[in-house]
């Protein structure tokens, strides 16, 4: 979370090139991909270290944070110079291209796990790909509809379906933000007590159901919006930052009794039956509250000055951060491979560290060929 408003976006912390964007984000996004790589690689010891095994939230609830607050930096702060018709253009533009990144991703998967398997049908249950090598051209037409979506590429649907419908919150935002954000609660409510949802197939619905999680997209946009100044008066009280840090403290306690199990007879009945199920395809409340809580006390207990992580660590965040949609659908891949490797050859601690930290140095060195070529791209005549 960053607490200046998109006029001094300028100021960031860390910037490189003469970049006007506030990298910081982008570093929040690129810590976010290295976490959801290292939690989607089933059974490996360093996912014990990442954000879900210490609270309720984990590093999705960072991405759609951020996307709603770079796609406002993006659009919102364009507008009065390009005009609505260029607006949506562009946001119509980047649905499609997740929209094609999420089908061009869909095809190295499936072709990477039909080679693995060897025509076995091994790892086909564990990516959720068993309806599409049972049924592929019905899964077809599902995958087209964003019906489908085999394991770690869910959140790709749900965000075509976000950024779509981004101008729609864009043009309510610019009549009345408290009224924008209002509506988008009131949504966000009806999921939570009648479970409104989209279906999936071959059954179920979206597992980022888009009417839960348009809420944080919307409140990253509404927070860069303009509305900095209201949410200071929150971060100075104390009375808020108190709050907030008890509430982290309870989480943290939830989560370790899910894996201590003499931590359970101390968490009281009626609680349980408050908190629990704690749905994240729902954005459950407490996920939500558990996001704001960190947000906050992390702006509180952070300058936006600051630059105590060492620079070649920040710069890796960032160059993954910047190019967020293309190392998403790279880790997905990187995941899968991981497993394989675990699976098929060794599953020790030295393996698992090992594969870890091979894919976020693949990650990296894709980042930095993908900047280096836009860098080399933007130099070259302007054809057209």
Sequence with gaps: ????????????????????RDLRLDACRGLALWIIFIDHIPNNALSWLTLRNFGFSDASEIFVFVSGYTCMVAYGGALQQDGWLTIVTRALRRGWEIYAA????????????????????GYLDETNTAFFFRDPGAAIIHI?????????????ATFVLLHLAFPIVLW???????VTMAASFLLYLMVQIYSWQLPAWPSGEMYFNPMAWQLLFVFGAWYAHGSTERVRAILRSRAVVALAVLFLAFSLYVTLSWQIKALEGFLPEAVSKLIYPIYKSHLAPVRL???LSL???????????????????????????ENSLAMYCFQVLLAFIGFVILTRFSNSLAVQVAVSFAGIVLMVAAANLLAWEAKLDRRGPKLF
């Design 1 to 20: 979370m960053t607490d200046q408003s998109p006029g001094t976006a300028g100021t960031s912390a860390v910037q490189t090139g003469g970049d006007r």
């Design 144 to 156: 087209a509809a964003l019906q489908y979506t085999p394991m770690n590429t869910d959140i790709l």
């Design 295 to 321: 947000a906050l006390v992390v702006v509180r207990l952070t300058s936006r000055h600051w630059n105590g992580w060492p620079k070649p660590l920040v710069t890796a965040l960032i160059r993954c951060g």
């Design 289 to 291: 509250v558990h996001f």
């Design 172 to 178: 309510l935002m610019t009549r009345s933000a408290k």
């Design 102 to 121: 999420f089908l061009l991703l869909l095809i190295f998967y499936l072709v990477l796990i039909w080679a693995v398997s060897g025509g076995d049908g």
